[in-house]
């Protein structure tokens, strides 16, 4: 099985701009997990999705925002970048239906994009 | 926030050498799960052991759960080089959302 696929490895935008990252779960996955990692704060829950609907979110402000479609893959957007959204966008799948016996399956990580900001 | 702590927050060995790190949490969890991430890539999922289990084993790797005392710990035998990277521990708290939170992490070096 292919693993989590994270587009593109690496961007650089200046600030004010904005920027879209891609996320494609290993198949069958329906769960996906989005976090910032940066030195100073660590790894940041952002938000997750299952079966398209945000399930929990993060305490990140509203420039962050994504979607799951419909094959569960997933998109997040941050508008309005800022010098502080330099960082290690880490995306994560996992099978989770409902229910106990999916609770906190393993994630399965991408390897991330890079976002500098300029 | 519900999270564990690792400790220490970093760790440097000889090749070879033991290595022991470990996680503390606050409130009782359904189960707890480490990660390994080397430098600049993703996490990769180590071990989950549940809140009935104390130990748990998988090749070098030996973890404990202490749910007593609110903690866990990660023994890595034998260290090698390519065991450098970072370690997070992930508790799955009871009552709380189905989201996994790490904490820092501890930071091991292994030196050749």
């Known amino acids: 099985k292919a693993g989590v696929t994270q587009t593109p490895r690496y961007l650089i935008k200046t600030r004010g701009q904005q920027v879209t990252l891609s996320c494609s779960p290993i198949?069958?996955?329906?769960?996906v997990s989005w976090y910032q990692q940066t030195p100073g704060q660590g790894l940041q829950f952002l938000f997750e999705?299952?079966?398209?609907?945000?399930?929990n979110k993060g305490n990140f402000p509203g420039r962050f925002s994504g979607r799951q479609f419909s094959n569960s893959r997933s998109e997040m957007n941050v508008s309005t970048l800022e010098l502080g959204d330099s960082a290690l966008y880490l995306c994560?799948?996992?099978?989770?239906?409902?229910?106990?016996?999916?609770?906190?399956?393993?994630?399965?990580f991408g390897d991330g994009t890079r976002l500098s900001i300029l | 926030s519900q999270q564990g702590e690792e400790d220490p927050q970093a760790l440097s060995i000889q090749e070879g050498e033991n290595a022991t790190m470990n996680c503390s949490y606050k409130?009782?969890?359904?189960?707890l799960q480490w990660y390994r991430q080397n430098s600049g890539r993703g996490l990769v999922h180590l071990i989950l052991?549940?809140?009935?289990?104390r130990e748990k084993h998988s090749g070098r790797l030996r973890v404990t759960l202490d749910t007593s005392k609110k903690s866990s710990s990660l023994l890595i035998t034998a260290s090698r080089a390519a065991d450098t990277a970072s370690y997070f521990c992930?508790?799955?708290?009871?009552?709380?959302?189905?989201?996994?939170?790490f904490g820092k992490g501890t930071k091991l070096t292994v030196n050749p």
């Open positions: 999705y299952f079966s398209e609907t945000q399930r």
């Open positions: 994560a799948s996992s099978l989770d239906g409902t229910g106990l016996r999916f609770r906190n399956q393993p994630q399965h």
């Open positions: 409130t009782s969890i359904n189960n």
């Open positions: 992930a508790p799955d708290f009871r009552g709380g959302s189905e989201k996994l939170v």
């Open positions: 052991i549940r809140s009935n289990e």
């Open positions: 198949s069958g996955h329906r769960s």
